[in-house]
């Protein structure tokens, strides 16, 4: 089965960091590039970030450039977001999602996603 | 950035009518246009990718046309299991998504 499953979302207070994980299964991680995008609490979707199948371009959008960076190991068929000085605006649900060959991105497969919240 | 326009916001519908939804761009994103259905608590999933080529596994009632500025999702007959949120997404010039339809049951 193919699968892509978050973890590492929580609580944190603003200005703090924050890594999350996107553990996959069932595909050949190394053959797709992969992405981040978020959804705040009752509001729509937003693409956060993208990486190549070999980690060597990465991609951000203009709301967390500066602050996040994507990554991931093809020998853990894993995919990182490594999230600083986090604000209230960064709270919400973050997907991880496989994209539809060949990289155009469009994405064909999401996680469940993980939950952060930015909050004192 | 392209915004996406999508209306109407929401949609009441009946099970077997047709639905139909609307996505505008601010500029023509060529054919490069998704649409993603989205249920409570789920993730999205993709429907319709290149604006008219349905993704692995979706039904033959869902169907997207359209190019440059204006794009159209149809379902045409809804069934109890298409009551959802529907986005559409562009991946012309970097990735923005539209605000989304609700399709309700009426």
């Known amino acids: 089965e193919v699968l892509l499953v978050e973890s590492g979302g929580g609580l944190v207070q603003p200005g703090g960091s924050l890594r999350l994980s996107c553990a996959a299964s069932g595909f050949t991680f190394s053959h797709y590039a992969m992405y981040w995008v978020r959804q705040a609490p009752g509001k729509g979707l937003e693409w956060v970030s993208g990486?190549?199948?070999?980690?060597?371009?990465?991609y951000y959008g203009d709301s967390v450039k500066g602050r996040c960076t994507i990554s991931r190991d093809n020998s853990k068929n894993t995919l990182y977001l490594q999230m600083n000085s986090l604000r209230a605006e960064d709270t919400a649900v973050y997907y991880c999602?496989?994209?539809?060959?060949?990289?155009?991105?469009?994405?064909?497969?999401w996680g469940r996603g993980t939950l952060v919240t930015v909050s004192s | 950035e392209i915004v996406l326009t999508q209306s109407p916001a929401t949609l009441s519908l009946s099970p077997g009518e047709r639905a139909t939804l609307s996505c505008r761009a601010s500029?023509?994103?060529?054919?490069?246009l998704a649409w993603y259905q989205q249920k409570p608590g789920q993730a999205p999933r993709l429907l319709i990718y290149d604006a008219s080529n349905r993704a692995t596994g979706i039904p033959a009632r869902f169907s997207g046309s359209g190019s440059g500025t204006d794009f159209t999702l149809t379902i045409s007959s809804l069934e109890p299991e298409d009551f959802a949120v529907y986005y559409c997404q562009q991946r012309s010039n970097w990735v923005t998504f539209g605000g989304g339809t609700k399709v309700e049951i009426k």
């Open positions: 500029q023509s994103v060529s054919n490069y």
């Open positions: 999602a496989k994209d539809l060959p060949p990289g155009n991105w469009y994405f064909d497969l």
């Open positions: 990486i190549s199948n070999s980690g060597g371009r990465t």
